[in-house]
């Protein structure tokens, strides 16, 4: 008997959960609970697009070799101290010795664009970036860029990054330069909370590369913590109360 009631809670809290938007299902983008800024949940995008990549001069198509293709800064690759890209504390390795592994850089722009989609609109906390760390031509790391915001599918599926419905939610933000090391940490930013699906990080600047080429290693965002809500609270309480009466 007891059980059977225990059940029928259950039933209860969860189709409130889901009345009140307390998802408790995974969405598209790649979530691990907990592993974001001041225990946020972490996103992986689900998708990426580059205003161009290394050699090809097509905007918004087309990919280069695929050791600086864009979706490498998705993809867990290029990570060196064992916990997983799916830690904003994880730390990324350098390439060089004719490799360019596990990294995006574009074809020698400077400045320009990279989107990325998570698949659902979250609210977002921090966004986690790791700097271009390529052997012996730092100078392709981002120096200056923003970071703008969008729900509008439009947007990102035809990279326009002028759109009227983008909004710029970080204001010439500044990464610090690769250092070549093999445990290179993310810088983080924050966001503010904002409630977006589509993310562009707008690049201003590099560290000063010769050939104008201009990159990223890892990209990562973290959500804010949710609050309970006083409806929620109410039905949690209301099930202590219950078990308490049960016992009795």
Known sequence: MKTKTYNRIFSILSVSALSWGLSLTASHAFVTAGAGFDGGDLIRPD??????????????????????????????????????????????GASGGGSLFAQWHNNGTTTGWVMFDLGAAFNLSQV??????????????????????????????????????????????????GTGSSTLPADSFSLGGVNARYV?????????????????????????????????????????????????
């Open 128 to 177: 986690h970036i790791w700097n271009g760390n390529q052997l012996s031509v730092l100078g392709r790391g981002v120096q200056q860029f923003d970071i703008l915001t969008s729900n509008t599918p439009g947007d990102y599926a035809a990279g326009q990054e002028n759109s009227v419905s983008w909004t710029e939610v970080l204001t010439d933000g500044i990464l610090t330069q």
């Open 200 to 248: 562009q990080i707008r690049i201003d600047s590099n560290y000063g590369d010769a050939g104008g080429y201009t990159g990223l290693s890892e990209v990562r965002l973290s959500t804010v913590i949710p609050e309970p809500s006083a409806a929620l609270l109410g039905t949690v309480a209301a099930f202590g109360l219950l078990l308490r009466r049960r016992r009795g």
């Open 47 to 92: 998708g990426v697009i580059p205003h161009t990549t290394w050699p090809s001069n097509s905007p918004g198509v087309g990919e280069g070799s695929s050791d600086v293709t864009a979706s490498n800064l998705i993809a867990p690759s290029g990570v060196t101290n064992g916990l997983s890209a799916e830690s904003f504390t994880a730390t990324h």
